[in-house]
């Protein structure tokens, strides 16, 4: 079993920045995958950013050119630096770790844009 813990969401004004922490109970170094899932109420949950195994990352279009993945391999950190926040970007923000041919899930942090 995997635990993940996220951290660093919060209420901020349009335009503002956040970063998100999500700390691995075991090493990230052999996961598959990392990544960062958002779901609004009454919204499914969607993919928001994803990074490979060797580092390489992917962005939903609507947070291209604003949010940025990351990963410390030896800190077993994740995070989603946000910058230009928009009241859309209002969701709980989910880390995931697919790994073995599963896929964890942290209990998730909520994050508020507003003015």
């Known amino acids: 079993q995997v635990r993940l813990v996220e951290s660093g969401g919060g209420l901020v004004q349009p335009g503002e920045s956040l970063r998100l922490s999500c700390l691995a109970s075991?090493?990230?170094?052999?996961?598959?995958?990392m990544g960062w899932y958002r779901q609004a109420p009454g919204k499914q949950r969607d993919v928001v950013a994803r990074i490979s195994s060797v580092g390489s990352p992917e962005y939903a279009d609507s947070v291209k050119g604003r949010f940025t993945i990351s990963k410390d391999n030896a800190k077993n950190m994740v995070y989603l630096q946000m910058n230009s926040l928009k009241p859309e970007d209002t969701a709980i923000y989910y880390c995931?770790?697919?790994?073995?041919?599963?896929?964890?899930w942290g209990q998730g942090t909520q994050v508020t844009v507003s003015s």
């Open positions: 995931n770790m697919r790994s073995g041919g599963s896929d964890y």
């Open positions: 075991r090493s990230i170094f052999s996961a598959y995958g």
